[in-house]
């Protein structure tokens, strides 16, 4: 069974973005040493048009061959005019509002967004399913994610966005690594108890 890992960054209030959802406050700390180990270790969480505008789009994936992410998310590349932004995973965008997609490589999932994350799960593959975000499909799909993958950023944005939409259950991760960078930034994996 493949894994959905919920890989986020997030301020040191728990918040991945501000009140409207803008994270850009945080990619001051994206420096030399934290974009080598986002290079080397979560490679295909860089989006495509950044990738080729760095010569960096021969990065093989390490981790994900998925990712699913809300229609909030995937309208900020859609406001770049970037209709595939994550073209070297299979790409999927959930939304309600989105009617039909403005790209044959991103399938919109409209309804049983569960469903589907569990039919992509049973999938053969060596590969997981990143969950991009944003807060509100993160906390419909709480009890599927397997792994978090915490970006904390030295900052504090007072109110915002938070990591999970509201309604979530008290749910249980054990930590299973912890990553500290100069700059103060600090990434968390957990694994869900189950």
Sequence with gaps: MRKLTYYIACSLDGFIGDPSGDATAM?????????????SEYPETLPT????????????????DTIIQGRGSYEL????????????????????TLKESPDPHVEIIADDLVGKV????????EFGIYL??????????????DELVIKSYPIVYGSGMPMFGSGSAV?????DDVRTFKNGAVVRTYSRKR
């Excluded at 960096?56 to 390490?62: A, G, H």
């Design 27 to 39: 990619l001051s700390f994206v420096d030399e040493e934290f974009f080598e180990f986002l290079k």
């Design 49 to 64: 048009h950044g990738r080729r505008a760095l010569g960096l789009d021969d990065l093989e994936n390490k981790r994900f």
């Design 118 to 125: 569990r039919e992509l799960k049973e999938e053969d593959g």
């Design 132 to 145: 991009c975000g944003g807060a509100q499909i993160a906390g419909e799909l709480l009890d599927e994610v």
């Design 171 to 175: 749910t249980e991760f054990t930590l």
């Design 77 to 96: 590349a859609l406001k770049e005019g970037v209709t595939s932004p994550y073209a070297h995973l299979r790409e999927y965008v959930a939304s309600r």
